[in-house]
């Protein structure tokens, strides 16, 4: 009976097709969400590009810096504003809130050094 159920349901959900493209990926109801932006991915970029610079050891390939962003990245909150607002031109005038910059320089050395002990290749 359980196995007769379970063909039933994946006969009635049939897989969804993978977008094709980020920019599919982005949209609600219809609507673009690409003015949606995340200032914590941007500072990252920049700050473990200046924190690579000072550790010339730490391998620079593509797979280890990805994993460094993301390994970054999940350990601090995210800061998601609309491209347009008042919010956005706060954060181009003043910065973002000195306690995700904290936190993101803390991810950001844990990422190198996890990385940089154990990278994902040989």
């Not at 009635?12 to 980020?22: A, H, K, W």
């Not at 920049?46 to 990805?66: D, F, G, N, S, T």
């Not at 803390?106 to 990422?111: F, K, L, M, P, Q």
């Given at each position: 009976m359980?196995?007769?159920?379970?063909?039933?349901?994946?006969?009635?959900?049939?897989?969804?097709?993978?977008?094709?493209?980020?920019?599919?990926?982005?949209?609600?109801?219809?609507?673009?969400?690409?003015?949606?932006?995340?200032?914590?991915?941007?500072?990252?970029?920049?700050?473990?590009?200046?924190?690579?610079?000072?550790?010339?050891?730490?391998?620079?390939?593509?797979?280890?810096?990805?994993?460094?962003?993301?390994?970054?990245l999940?350990?601090?909150?995210?800061?998601?504003?609309?491209?347009?607002?008042?919010?956005?031109?706060?954060?181009?005038?003043?910065?973002?809130?000195?306690?995700?910059?904290?936190?993101?320089?803390?991810?950001?050395?844990?990422?190198?050094?996890?990385?940089?002990?154990?990278p994902s290749?040989?």
């Amino acid at each position: 009976m359980r196995e007769r159920r379970r063909q039933h349901r994946e006969y009635d959900e049939p897989p969804r097709p993978r977008s094709s493209s980020l920019a599919e990926m982005r949209v609600a109801l219809g609507m673009s969400l690409d003015r949606i932006r995340n200032a914590v991915e941007v500072l990252a970029c920049r700050m473990l590009e200046q924190k690579l610079a000072a550790c010339p050891e730490i391998c620079r390939c593509q797979q280890c810096v990805e994993d460094m962003y993301c390994l970054a990245l999940n350990r601090v909150p995210a800061l998601y504003y609309h491209s347009t607002s008042s919010f956005a031109r706060r954060l181009e005038d003043q910065g973002p809130p000195t306690d995700i910059l904290q936190a993101l320089d803390r991810a950001i050395d844990h990422a190198i050094l996890k990385v940089g002990e154990n990278p994902s290749h040989d």
